[in-house]
């Protein structure tokens, strides 16, 4: 995992979030939760203006990934 964390970085934004919220659905989250929850992430420390809707998504998805993964 990158020291320093983007947007961009989906996937290891979505296992994070998953660590910190394990019992938390992903399709559950609100985005301005999501947004919130990112930006508050050690690692994380890209602009947190520079989110958008489609970047979100894709944490989101990276995240339901993760969090289907260890439902199974």
Request: hydrophobic share 35%.
């Amino acid at each position: 995992m990158p020291p320093s964390l983007k947007w961009t970085d989906t996937e290891d934004i979505g296992i994070l979030l998953h660590e910190r919220f394990p019992n938390t659905d992903p399709l559950t989250a609100r985005f301005t939760d999501l947004h919130t929850w990112v930006c508050e992430l050690e690692e994380f420390k890209d602009d947190p203006r520079a989110s958008n809707e489609a970047k979100l998504e894709a944490i989101q998805m990276a995240w339901l990934e993760e969090y289907q993964d260890a439902q199974d």
